[in-house]
């Protein structure tokens, strides 16, 4: 399983900006879960900012709430993040995480390679 991040990049302070993230090679006996975005700045630890299950049930880190929302599109093995109303502290390389139930094994998790996301004030 591969996932490819793209949609980062340099947004003004109140801009938006659109990530997705694609994940391949899952298989057609394999099921993906839960896709996540977190984030990270360097020097800090990763954080969640946004969980997706399957069913589309959503989560959110409470600096995002109201401002990003996480979609998914399970025909196409993609999950997106709307950005909107960014903020300066919203800069960070922002990684997509999928849980995926391997047949046989259990439930792996799989990670992007990160993509940057700069606002400026």
């Known amino acids: 399983v591969q996932l490819q991040a793209s949609g980062g990049g340099l947004a003004q302070s109140g801009g938006s900006l659109r990530l997705s993230c694609v994940a391949s090679?899952?298989?057609?006996?394999?099921?993906?879960?839960?896709m996540e975005w977190y984030r990270q700045v360097p020097g800090n630890q990763r954080e969640l900012v946004a969980t997706i299950s399957s069913d589309g049930r959503t989560k959110y880190v409470d600096s995002v709430k109201g401002r990003f929302t996480i979609s998914r599109d399970n025909a196409k093995n993609t999950a997106y993040l709307q950005m909107s109303s960014l903020k300066p502290e919203d800069t960070a390389v922002y990684y997509c995480?999928?849980?995926?139930?391997?047949?046989?094994?259990?439930?792996?998790?799989?990670w992007g390679q990160g993509t940057l996301v700069t606002v400026s004030s």
């Open positions: 995480n999928a849980a995926v139930i391997i047949y046989g094994v259990g439930t792996l998790h799989f």
């Open positions: 090679g899952i298989g057609p006996i394999n099921e993906m879960r839960e």
